[in-house]
């Protein structure tokens, strides 16, 4: 059976919204940067999707929209699924996502303003391990945090007190879910102090100077 792409899948997610549960559990198509692409425009990639689909540029960049909204920067994912990559992505990959994921939530470019609090999710995601540093310890807590999680749930055909409290144990160290951010933590700003904002926020996260 061929695998779906991921235009495939965003498109139907954005047709069939209920199944972003089972997407959440799954991995991340292997082209999964073909949506950052599109949201960012990357070479004309809404225009190449919108061909070899047949719908619109607006739906197909919809579309590409909502899929990362849901499955890659859900509270509850880590860091590397935010920045739409596996844990062997080379820092080039997980840099040049971020900055696609910025540039899509750029203020002069996304209309939608409710969207302006996927901005905390990706920079707190790229901070935790843009260095090897952070990395490797990202990874560990990573794998800590799976152990424990396997080592409570309950057994098969009986339930522990974790599993009837419905809780996890969360080892100490444990990266924590990204999270929500307030709706307003960067709406209610105005256009101009956004913007400001967004370059140094950039700015710092590239190392770069905006020139």
């Not at 070479?43 to 990362?68: K, N, P, Q, W």
């Not at 596996?86 to 939530?105: G, I, P």
């Not at 999270?179 to 709406?187: E, T, V, Y």
């Amino acid at each position: 059976m061929r695998e779906e792409t991921a235009l495939e899948l965003a498109v139907g997610l954005l047709q069939l919204p209920s199944r972003a549960r089972a997407l959440r559990d799954a991995p991340l198509p292997r082209d999964v940067d073909a949506l950052l692409d599109i949201v960012a425009d990357e070479r004309h990639a809404r225009a190449d999707a919108a061909r070899v689909t047949g719908l619109s540029e607006h739906t197909v960049g919809e579309a590409a929209s909502f899929y990362i909204e849901q499955i890659l920067l859900h509270p509850d994912a880590d860091c590397y699924r935010a920045l739409g990559a596996s844990s062997d992505a080379t820092f080039e990959q997980l840099r040049r996502n971020m900055a696609l994921l910025l540039r899509w939530l750029h203020p002069d470019l996304e209309s939608n303003s409710a969207r302006t609090i996927y901005v905390g999710r990706v920079t707190e995601a790229w901070n935790n391990i843009k260095t090897a540093e952070r990395r490797l310890a990202y990874d560990r807590a990573l794998k800590t945090a799976a152990a424990s999680k396997s080592a409570h749930r309950a057994p098969a055909g009986g339930s522990s007190r974790a599993g009837d409290k419905r809780k996890s144990h969360v080892p100490s160290g444990a990266p924590r879910p990204l999270g929500r951010r307030p709706a307003d933590a960067w709406s209610s700003r105005s256009s101009s102090r956004r913007r400001g904002r967004w370059w140094r926020i950039l700015a710092r996260l590239l190392g770069q100077r905006r020139h």
